[in-house]
């Protein structure tokens, strides 16, 4: 078998297709219309998704002697978050469109102004995308053939809504109707999920389903070095739910409502080297992220600019990764200085300082925090590992697979165990020997349904790293399998006590 990759590159339709296909993810509330930013985590989803959460703690946690894990609750304190700035601060700017009640985020909503020969004749807007230029170019142009104008058009010269000038606001069009005059001035819009504690429903019972998983590490952070027996520097990690009321929630699992964070606060002393620190985690990051399986190609670094830094910020690093709709932030590394323990120090009245046996000093520590999303990881790790390709048989006929190339670290299944034939007593019942004695330690899969070829094809399109097959020589000759991998399609004989190794391997 060989394999030609002649398929262009991969489309969101295609992942969200084969992700409802194959059971990785569903609409949440599908049979009701669903419900716009939640999902559901189908059988192989929730696999998937349970091996990035498990390779991340294993690598984060366990693996490291300087961090050590919690997990808070969802709902804490309101008070948590107004000290945290969240209940003032943690908006989006939001746009309504008052004749079709869309409503915008204003940063997301670009606009240019239509030039002819030098003179602005009108304004065009478009949502962002990977080609938000090249839609305001073209929706310049047909204003401009729609109104007849003569003359040299200009370039346009995108910016977003946050940027325009308020005698500009009535002269830009509604992306939902192509016509200016109904967008509001941008406002500020808090995405915290408001709830209510207790049987009362006024305002001293209002509480927050937590928007990152972060504050649970600050205001533990007196009980973690209580009990811990942790030493400066040292981290906190937690995986767990965030919520946010997206007002745009899009692009499939990237940016929604219910989503799940791995977040992790590195406390260094107040005169440590932060830059260096926080460049270690940054390269920490990156190459967790390849020993995962994204390719390396795929991912950048952005610097935010430092006039946009929150004041007590010292730099934020975000590592981007190239999705099929543009290249976005997938993991921020953010150097926060000591803003969140003081602030919580401040508002709860008990200090958060840290006594250093060596120095004697008592100061209140920095903090560096690398916060990622796993749903942002379980897309990256699908876009990155589809493909389609045209494989040719031993026969030289051409035939289309469908291939998931997920990291063995990761994959939902590791290994199928396949008999040759259904209907051979011999064959299924060393078959299911093997596979009872795999699924003590890993996640596998028996089927004997159908041709192997197609049984070799379904194991591919779910990211299947090997097929075991058990053939006439495993129960006539030597005992040995056949296995077969998935990214070459080669096949070689193997030992039981070789597959156990290869697995010991590659799966950790
Ligand atoms: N404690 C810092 C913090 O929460 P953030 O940049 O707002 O920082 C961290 O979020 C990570 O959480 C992001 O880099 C992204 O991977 C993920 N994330 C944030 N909002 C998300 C959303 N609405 N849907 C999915 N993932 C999201």
Wanted: one cysteine or more.
């Amino acid at each position: 078998m060989s394999a030609e990759s002649t398929a262009p590159a991969v489309t969101m339709d295609a992942i969200v297709a084969l992700a409802k296909r194959r059971g990785f993810v569903f609409q949440s509330s599908e049979i009701y219309g669903g419900l716009n930013g939640f999902f559901d985590y189908g059988p192989l989803g929730s696999e998937l998704k349970k091996n990035i959460r498990d390779c991340w703690w294993n690598d984060m946690v366990r693996r490291r002697d300087d961090v050590v894990g919690i997990e808070s609750s969802i709902i804490m304190h309101p008070k948590v978050w107004e000290a945290s700035g969240h209940v003032a601060g943690f908006t989006d700017p939001l746009v309504d469109c008052k004749v079709s009640k869309q409503r915008y985020r204003a940063d997301q909503l670009f606009f240019s102004p239509v030039v002819v020969d030098g003179q602005t004749v009108g304004y065009v807007s478009a949502l962002e995308s990977e080609k938000t230029a090249a839609d305001l170019q073209a929706a310049a142009e047909s204003f401009k053939r729609k109104k007849a104008i003569q003359g040299a058009l200009a370039p346009v010269a995108p910016r977003d809504f946050t940027e325009a000038k308020p005698e500009e606001i009535p002269l830009i069009p509604s992306p939902a109707t192509g016509e200016p005059g109904s967008l509001t001035e941008p406002r500020a819009f808090n995405m915290m999920f408001e709830t209510h504690v207790g049987p009362m429903r006024d305002s001293s019972a209002v509480a927050y389903l937590r928007p990152e998983t972060a504050q649970g590490m600050f205001v533990d952070f007196k009980n973690v070095v209580d009990t811990g027996r942790v030493k400066l520097p040292f981290g906190i990690a937690q995986i767990g739910k965030s919520f946010r009321n997206e007002i745009t929630p899009r692009n499939f699992i990237f940016r929604s409502r219910e989503f799940e964070q791995m977040e992790m606060e590195y406390f260094i002393s107040e005169d440590a080297d932060w830059d260096t620190c926080h460049k270690e985690w940054i390269e920490w990051c990156r190459q967790w992220l390849i020993s995962v399986g994204l390719p390396e190609t795929h991912l950048s670094l952005y610097a935010h600019p430092k006039e946009k830094l929150a004041f007590y910020s010292k730099g934020t690093v975000d590592i981007m990764f190239r999705y099929p709709f543009g290249v976005q932030e997938l993991w921020g590394i953010a150097a926060r200085g000591n803003y969140d323990l003081t602030q919580h120090a401040n508002a709860s009245g008990k200090p958060m300082e840290y006594f250093d046996e060596a120095s004697k000093k008592k100061f209140v520590p920095h903090v560096i925090e690398p916060a990622v999303g796993v749903d942002r990881i379980f897309l990256a790790v699908l876009c990155a590992g589809y493909a389609e390709e045209d494989v040719k048989d031993d026969k030289g006929n051409v035939e289309k697979r469908t291939v998931l190339r997920l990291s063995p670290r990761i994959a939902p299944v590791k290994v199928a165990v396949l008999p040759l034939l259904k209907n051979k007593e011999a064959l299924t019942a060393r078959a299911k020997e093997l596979y009872r004695k795999l699924q003590r330690r890993y996640a596998v899969f028996y089927d004997e349904a159908g041709a192997i070829g197609r049984r070799y094809r379904r194991q591919d399109e779910i990211g299947t790293p090997w097929c075991v097959t058990i053939d006439f020589e495993t129960i006539e000759k030597d005992g040995t399998f056949t296995l077969r991998e998935r990214d070459s399609m080669t096949q070689k004989r193997i030992t039981e006590a070789d597959l156990f190794a290869l697995l010991e391997a590659q799966v950790f």
